[in-house]
């Protein structure tokens, strides 16, 4: 497939809006030489059918609205950006490493002098509790707190809520971890997404599954909540377009602890391979229980659960398992070794990819209030077209529609209580 195949064969998708190009296979370290050739485009909906009449995702709005010639605000004592995110419930400890991530980077910034000389200052509200709860909070941060930026939340659905007041609002709105990929398919200019979506992460597993080590029977196994469903829909849906539909779809429920019904249901099937798209716990305690009943299908999973809390299980039934590595600790880059050692430093622990995502996100904002000033339009045309910018996660830039196809996706292999990186897919 040349380039100019490539770009215009991922540009003029309806639903599937990203592609991978590349596999590369990791011993240790990178091996640019080891590559395969890509699903292509067999996992495109419809491909069979023609050329879709219009795309409405390859030529998104973009904003139009007026704004960038406001005066930019000089009079102010700090330079406030909103962040929310969970503190109770099962995302509890993914919003504590939010928050740290992002006070580490305004911190940062403040030290090499803020914005002219005025500090930068993390006002956060949470988003717990029911639907309207997020929307209060970002109604807040916009129109009481006067942020000029917003980053959050951890997950889909809050950031939904969020970006749809984010739109009303006029202010820009950096999702550093919610992986749903609608949130980019709704052609709203104000949302930005970090991390590599549902999709993204399917088509890496996929990729790795039926190309790289020819499966052909497998078995979805999702968490019953919206992450769940949708991430398994994407990867359910590559399945079947490359020929091999999943031969068992089944769901679990948050704090599950026995999963005899699933197993006995795989066992019979005789399925090579299960994906789950859930959760650290649940999936941890599945896989002991796959395990000690001697059954040997391969255990693959969406990036949830490359998580500290995953490990901690603690047990060497985990070995062999391969899950979506969305931050590398491992990247021999001198950005993602300092912030390592300095995360280490403050909170005597790793951080985790919801903070890595979190500290690069706050410092996409950074950047481009000191390059807009403070201008809610001018900073969100700056996070749009910014390029260059390397993050501890990777290299960070926006295509149109606000996704990051610049970070690789990096499938890794449980060993001994560590993630070993194993291969890579480039966007």
Not at 187 to 199: G, K, S
Not at 226 to 251: I, Q
Not at 320 to 336: H, K, M, S
Request: overall charge positive.
């Amino acid at each position: 497939m040349t380039k100019r195949l490539k770009k215009s064969f991922f540009a003029k998708t309806i639903i599937l809006t990203i592609g991978i190009t590349s596999i590369v296979l990791l011993s240790g370290l990178p091996a640019s030489s080891q590559t395969v050739d890509t699903l292509g485009r067999d996992v495109v909906p419809y491909h069979k059918y023609g050329k879709p009449y219009r795309d409405f995702l390859a030529n998104p709005a973009g904003f139009h609205g007026p704004g960038r010639n406001k005066e930019v605000v000089a009079e102010v004592t700090e330079v406030r950006i909103g962040v929310f995110g969970p503190t109770k419930g099962t995302l509890a400890e993914a919003g504590a490493s939010l928050r740290k991530g992002a006070q580490m980077a305004i911190d940062q910034a403040n030290a090499e002098g803020g914005y002219q000389g005025i500090p930068f200052r993390l006002v956060f509200r949470p988003d717990d509790g029911p639907w309207g709860t997020a929307a209060r909070q970002m109604v807040k941060l916009a129109y009481e707190d006067k942020v000029w930026a917003v980053l959050g939340s951890v997950d889909g659905p809050n950031t939904h809520i969020a970006e749809q007041i984010a739109t009303k609002a006029w202010v820009p709105l950096v999702a550093p971890t919610a992986s749903d990929p609608t949130l980019t398919q709704i052609n709203i200019p104000w949302i930005f997404c970090c991390m590599p979506n549902d999709q993204q992460q399917a088509l890496a597993l996929a990729e790795y599954i039926f190309r790289t080590k020819g499966y052909t029977k497998i078995a979805g196994l999702a968490i019953n909540d919206d992450y769940g469903r949708l991430g398994m829909t994407e990867f359910a849906g590559l399945a079947r377009r490359l020929g091999h539909p999943l031969y068992l779809e089944l769901k679990y429920e948050h704090n599950q602890v026995d999963f005899s019904k699933h197993l006995d249901l795989i066992k019979r099937s005789d399925v090579e391979a299960i994906v789950i798209w859930g959760t650290p716990r649940e999936a941890s305690l599945f896989i002991h229980q796959l395990r000690s009943r001697g059954m040997t299908q391969a255990v693959l999973g969406g990036g949830a659960l490359a998580t500290p809390e995953l490990l901690q299980a603690g047990s060497s039934d985990l070995n062999g398992t391969i899950v979506v590595l969305p931050y590398n600790p491992f990247r021999d880059d001198q950005i993602t070794q300092n912030f390592r050692k300095n995360f280490r430093a403050r909170y005597g622990c790793e951080p985790d990819f919801f903070a890595a995502y979190s500290y690069d996100g706050m410092r996409i904002i950074i950047r481009a209030i000191r390059v807009a000033g403070l201008n809610r339009v001018r900073i969100r045309d700056a996070i749009a077209t910014m390029t260059g910018f390397e993050g501890v996660v990777g290299k960070i830039e926006f295509t149109p529609n606000g996704i990051n196809l610049t970070t690789p996706v990096t499938l890794a292999l449980i060993h001994n209580g560590n993630f070993s990186p194993i291969c890579q897919f480039s966007p």
